[in-house]
């Protein structure tokens, strides 16, 4: 790739602004100053530095999130949304989140530039599990956990997948954990709504091989961890026999 384009991504500048950088003599490539802003560099193969420091050139970039609410899981709106709350150095890699939670919805948001894996995550396919928390207006019983395992018919018809619900504690307002395995709109609060009862907070905190890490306060992120990355790319393996994704 340009070394521009690669400086560019990596925050350091518009490609004018990094055009500037290089002609200024602080880049090197393998100790060699580079001042032409097309010389080709291998960032996984060549050392790149800038003012000494070594550029760590990262293709794609994780984030969790503990979602707050009040916020659009989406990259851009009239509303605040979620890549508002990145970090600049952050926002320069184009993340953008892995599927929606609602306005109202708080916690696990994981938001990335790969879009391969997302895709995955997304897939109906590959049915990867996402487990809510939730306080409920009115009592659970054990016959919605059954209704739940069942699957449940939803306003516009469409039978749910089905789903785990436990009961966490019951009363005019129970506490519950519920796994689904798809993402339709509003899933959980219709399905609830099914059974005549109402959401009143929703909270995820699990996806896939990935909990919600307790020490973020709302609103906060921090990078998935190598090991974490390598979790959800297992947990999702690409179907190679089509050798495309599935
Ligand atoms: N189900 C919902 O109803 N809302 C969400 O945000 C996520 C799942």
């Known amino acids: 790739m340009r070394i521009d384009k690669m400086l560019a991504n990596m925050g350091y500048g518009t490609r004018k602004e990094v055009k500037k950088l290089l002609k200024s003599g602080v880049v090197k490539v393998d100790d060699i100053i580079v001042k032409d802003p097309k010389t080709q560099v291998n960032p996984s193969e060549q050392t790149v530095t800038v003012w000494g420091e070594e550029v760590e050139y990262k293709q794609f970039i994780y984030f969790m999130m503990n979602k707050p609410p009040g916020v659009i899981s989406a990259t851009e709106d009239m509303e605040e949304t979620v890549i508002d709350l990145l970090e600049e150095e952050d926002r320069v890699f184009a993340p953008f989140p892995v599927g929606r939670l609602d306005k109202d919805t708080e916690g696990l948001l ?44 939803l306003d516009d018809g469409y039978e749910t997948k089905p789903a785990k619900l436990v009961i966490l504690s019951a009363g005019l307002r129970s506490e519950v954990e519920v796994t689904i395995t798809e993402g339709k709109f509003h899933q959980v609060k219709r399905m609830f709504q099914a059974v005549g009862k109402r959401v009143v907070y929703l909270k995820r905190i699990q996806m896939g091989p990935l909990s919600l890490d307790p020490t973020l306060a709302l609103g906060e992120y921090r990078e998935l961890t190598e090991e ?11 179907d190679t026999k089509k050798g495309n994704l599935s």
């Open 110 to 153: 994981l938001l990335t530039n790969d879009g391969q894996l997302a895709h995955q995550l997304l897939s109906p396919k590959k049915h990867v599990p996402k487990t809510y928390f939730a306080i409920i207006d009115g009592e659970v019983t054990k016959e919605d956990i059954e209704t739940f395992r069942r699957g449940v018919v």
């Open 228 to 238: 974490e990355v390598e979790q959800l790319k297992q947990y999702v393996p690409l």
